[in-house]
């Protein structure tokens, strides 16, 4: 079986660090690409410049505090594109705000994930995340 492709959009190393070693525990096998910034996730997404020989996601994680541009102007770039709208997008952010919460699903996103602060919490977010959306859903082709 081919292995879940996910983009994971985040500039905090330490995030990436326990997102990737929670999806190492998975039971689906997964392939993660790490992008830091707003404009590296649209280029990769759009096939451009270096990302041009990359595989499109299967899935996206993606914060909103990001740099160059914000979570939620990548979000609104993707369910925009006809060639992309149909990647399911996970809001995974520290943010708890309202606004925030409220923006993303305007702008379509498919869930909004507030990052848990205690590690253990975040890695059992990801895991439950990993089993909703790879073993319980079925992803776009």
């Not at 081919?2 to 330490?14: A, Q, S, T, W, Y």
């Not at 999806?23 to 392939?31: A, P």
């Not at 102007?73 to 149909?86: A, R, T, W």
């Amino acid at each position: 079986m081919k292995p879940v492709h996910i983009l994971l959009v985040e500039d905090n190393e330490g995030d990436i660090l326990l997102t990737l070693d929670a999806f190492e525990e998975s039971k689906i096998k997964t392939n993660i690409s790490v992008v830091k910034n707003g404009k590296d996730a649209l280029d990769f997404l759009q096939k451009q410049g270096d990302f041009s020989n990359h595989e499109s996601p299967d899935l996206i994680l993606l914060d909103i505090n990001i740099p160059v541009f914000d979570g939620h102007d990548v979000l609104n770039s993707i369910k925009k594109d006809s060639k992309l709208k149909k990647i399911p997008v996970i809001m995974l952010t520290t943010s708890s705000a309202q606004k925030d919460i409220n923006k993303a699903y305007e702008s379509h996103a498919n869930s909004f994930v507030t990052k848990p602060i205690e590690m253990d919490d975040f890695l059992n977010a990801i895991l439950k995340i990993e089993e909703f959306w790879l073993q319980l859903s079925k992803l776009a082709k």
